[in-house]
């Protein structure tokens, strides 16, 4: 059955690509949505998922993160990028292979 998603056509037969680290850089919901702001508000990013398939560890990954962050600025006077940063290849999730950096 044809259809058209977002002005695009889409035939039957056609194939057709979810590129999910795409769906929080929609520059149709975030102004600038490539800059980091840890700030944003309205921020309705989809990291988790969303709806029933909404990631069930979510809640924990959000407080770990929260005190290892706590903790790491607590402590440390300085944190510096020691190397360039290396991103995962992946259609599925927009992440960091490889970041190199120092703490003191």
């Not at 700030?39 to 924990?60: D, Q, V």
Request: glycine share 8%.
């Amino acid at each position: 059955v044809a259809t058209e998603l977002g002005g695009q056509a889409i035939a039957e037969g056609d194939r057709v690509v979810v590129f999910f680290p795409s769906a929080n850089r929609d520059e149709a919901v975030f102004a600038d949505p490539d800059r980091f702001d840890i700030a944003r508000s309205p921020n309705p990013h989809l990291a988790f998922g969303y709806g029933t398939h909404f990631c069930i560890g979510a809640p924990l990954a959000r407080l770990e993160a929260k005190h290892v962050l706590r903790e790491l600025l607590a402590t440390c006077s300085d944190i510096e990028r020691l190397g360039p940063l290396v991103p995962s290849r992946t259609n599925f999730i927009r992440s960091v292979h490889h970041q190199p950096i120092g703490f003191r």
